[in-house]
């Protein structure tokens, strides 16, 4: 019998889903992702699907908080107000993790 008791989603951003799932798999946490896109700027993302047993849930968020990282980035703008536009470098956070958890009333692998 499988204990899985927690569904984790983490939404991260594509350059870190490699690194996140081999930190996550030497929990022995089982891994699925898919490619995703979101937020305002409409980046790359990865969607992974992490299954986890009682009492894992503060290692897999520390697992995640190390091989996901935020970075910044610069947006070009045009000014408001000017007749001409002019680009203005922007700084943006993206990246990191954003988790969720869910409780898991059944799992079965058949």
Known sequence: MNDIKHLMLAVVHEQDQETATRALEKLNAPVAFFASAGGFLG????????GL??????????????????????????????PLPMPAPVPVTV??????????????EI
């Open 53 to 82: 047993h009682k009492g894992r849930e503060e290692e897999a968020i520390k697992a995640l908080e190390e091989s996901c990282r935020q970075r910044i980035e610069y947006l070009t703008l045009p000014l408001e107000g000017s």
């Open 95 to 108: 990246g990191g993790a954003t988790i969720f958890a869910l409780p898991v009333e059944r799992f079965e």
């Open 43 to 50: 980046q790359r993302n990865a969607t992974l699907l992490i």
